[in-house]
């Protein structure tokens, strides 16, 4: 998230589960520092979208995520 606050960069964040819905940045803000488990967690991934556009870009970037996540929700620094 802090690469996003620095860079200046408007983004919109959205949960890739079996629904996709907005991800307000408050929750991935806590879901990075580990304070709160993956809400809408996908095949054991936290899977995320995130539509963002710098400066005078003509049209928005996206990059898709799939992070792997432990049996409790939250982040695992491996993947099984």
Known sequence: ???FTRSGAEISLYHMGRH??????ASLAAFERGEMA????WQGQ???AILFQLGDMPEPAIW???????????LSPCSA
């Open 20 to 25: 996709v819905v907005t991800c307000p940045r």
């Open 64 to 74: 898709f995520l799939a992070l792997p996540l432990d049996e409790q929700g939250m």
């Open 1 to 3: 998230m802090s690469f």
């Open 46 to 48: 936290a899977r995320l």
């Open 38 to 41: 993956w809400p809408e967690p």
